[in-house]
């Protein structure tokens, strides 16, 4: 069975930066999508971006590219989700996904599993 585990959430100021890790444990990882989401209080999840395995091709939402980036340490099962240029609107519990046998990002799919998530709030 999959786990994830999220860390590096924190208070932040408006136009700081911060660092999310996503830990996977149970299996090692190939032709599969690790993604990050976000929920902001009141509001339906968000997909955030996410990253192929294999090859390492991103796709991000429109209201995060150019400031978020997605990356990957495949010897450590870990995807790591840096945040630049942060606004008080990206504060949300951000969670980490994994879709198994996905080859391209994709936002829409139901993702196989789910991490407990990391509060990343953002003062102005």
């Known amino acids: 069975q999959v786990q994830l585990v999220e860390s590096g959430g924190g208070l932040v100021q408006a136009g700081g930066s911060l660092r999310l890790s996503c830990l996977a444990s149970?299996?090692?990882?190939?032709?599969?999508?690790m993604a990050w989401f976000r929920q902001a209080p009141g509001k339906e999840r968000e997909f955030v971006g996410g990253?192929?395995?294999?090859?390492?091709?991103?796709y991000y939402s429109d209201s995060v590219k150019g400031r978020f980036t997605i990356s990957r340490d495949n010897a450590k099962n870990t995807a790591y989700l840096q945040m630049n240029s942060l606004k008080p609107e990206d504060t949300a519990v951000y969670f980490c996904?994994?879709?198994?046998?996905?080859?391209?990002?994709?936002?829409?799919?139901?993702?196989?599993?789910w991490g407990q998530g990391t509060q990343v709030t953002v003062s102005s």
């Open positions: 996904a994994v879709k198994l046998a996905q080859a391209i990002v994709l936002p829409t799919v139901r993702y196989d599993y």
């Open positions: 149970g299996r090692t990882f190939s032709r599969d999508v």
């Open positions: 990253i192929t395995w294999r090859a390492g091709s991103t």
